[in-house]
């Protein structure tokens, strides 16, 4: 059944969430670190969790990834019905407009990549790079244009746009179980290649934004950092767990304070993914036997991926209410709860179940529970 081990570092994730949705939040007078960094947090977290539980718990390499995506598309499934019936229903979206959605679907090639992308998520990032012309095709634009009246980006056509984050993860995935097998020494020369081919975006004509956080290859580097933090549970573990919940207040106080700074955004970006890494094995040891910290975890999967839809109503009905931000903040939680009661956790019990069967079946000690993870932004 569900270990607590595998489900942890609650807060942090919530925290990275809460990021998340106050920094797609207009209204909000106050964020915490922005969107893009706790999304890429959450890479550096989910890094960490995959080498954990594909560390020889996971001998099925195919029972590892049709697990991860019973995780994830149960809840993308749901939230996907939902934003099609506040967008063609309530005229409510954050994000885009029925008429967006008819001018892309128009198109018979344009229709078949969008519809696709909504279905499978894998590709969601590359949407990024297009914007959709007058006919509704798709136009290679490196610019990274935003939304304007006169502009309208591809990812727009996604009744989740969110998910792309979720498209990197499964890539991510894919090659999980191979980087797990590596030693530490060739896992740091893969990620210091993904850093060269980070920076080397700043050489080429393209959006250095857009070429860092929407492709894979330069982003990989923050999954490899989770792994090499797993690398150092075994001294984690032999230290007293006052040290994770000093880690942890820590990394909460930078994720939530941090834009009080005067330090530039181009170095928070580096204290995030450093400070997340470092304080990631402590932080394991210090919560893996705490039940409430894990259920405050299993939010954030079901947070990321409903709280543009709360968004989304809220700017269309109540965008002057002087309780607008809050009821933006309790409708998102809101929506998670129930998400988490009637979807995520009944199908996370039927896939340990699998997962034990698979492992009865081979003779093997029952493989503990893969963890949740989050793609965001």
């Not at 506040?86 to 519809?115: D, E, K, R």
């Not at 499964?170 to 210091?192: D, E, G, H, N, T």
């Not at 700074?261 to 997340?276: D, G, M, N, T, V």
Request: proline share 6%; hydrophobic share 60%.
């Amino acid at each position: 059944m569900m270990g607590a081990r595998e489900k942890l570092m609650g807060v942090l994730r919530i925290a990275l969430a809460m990021a998340v949705l106050l920094g797609h939040l207009p209204i909000a007078q106050y964020q915490f670190v922005n969107a893009a960094f706790a999304v890429q947090g959450f890479y550096v977290v989910s890094g960490f969790y995959m080498a954990l539980v594909l560390d020889g718990k996971y001998k099925d390499v195919g029972l590892f990834y049709s697990n991860r995506l019973v995780r994830l598309a149960p809840v993308y499934l749901v939230m996907m019905a939902v934003s099609a019936f506040t967008l063609w229903g309530l005229n409510a979206s954050a994000t885009s407009a029925p008429s967006i959605f008819a001018q892309v679907f128009a198109n018979p090639l344009s229709a078949v990549i969008m519809g696709f992308e909504n279905l499978f998520v894998i590709g969601q990032e590359l949407l990024f790079w297009f914007t959709i012309g007058g006919d509704g095709a798709l136009h290679f634009d490196a610019s990274g244009a935003l939304p304007s009246e006169t502009t309208s980006v591809a990812w727009q056509g996604l009744l989740l746009p969110q998910a792309w984050s979720i498209s990197m993860e499964l890539m991510f995935y894919a090659l999980a179980p191979w980087l797990a097998r590596l030693s530490w020494r060739w896992l740091v020369v893969i990620a210091l290649a993904s850093m060269a081919l980070r920076f080397a975006g700043q050489l080429l004509a393209v959006s250095y934004p857009l070429w860092c956080g929407r492709l894979f290859p330069p982003a990989l580097f923050l999954f490899v950092f989770g792994m090499l933090a797993h690398r150092a549970l075994p001294v984690a573990n032999r230290l007293p767990k006052a040290i994770g919940w000093i880690a942890a207040a820590l990394i909460v106080g930078v994720v939530v304070a941090l834009p009080l700074s005067h330090i530039s955004a181009s170095i928070q970006r580096w204290i995030i993914y450093l400070a997340i890494a470092a304080a990631a094995p402590f932080m394991f040891n210090a919560f893996k036997a705490n039940a409430i910290d894990r259920w405050i975890g299993d939010l954030s999967y079901p947070l990321y991926l409903s709280h543009l839809v709360v968004v989304g109503l809220v700017l269309t009905f109540i965008p002057n209410a002087p309780w607008a931000v809050w009821a933006a903040i309790g409708g998102a939680l809101a929506v998670s709860i129930l998400l988490l009661i009637l979807v995520d956790h009944p199908v996370d019990r039927w896939r340990q179940r699998r997962a034990q069967r698979a492992a009865q079946g081979a003779g093997e000690p029952t493989p503990a529970p893969d963890a949740a993870t989050l793609a965001l932004d």
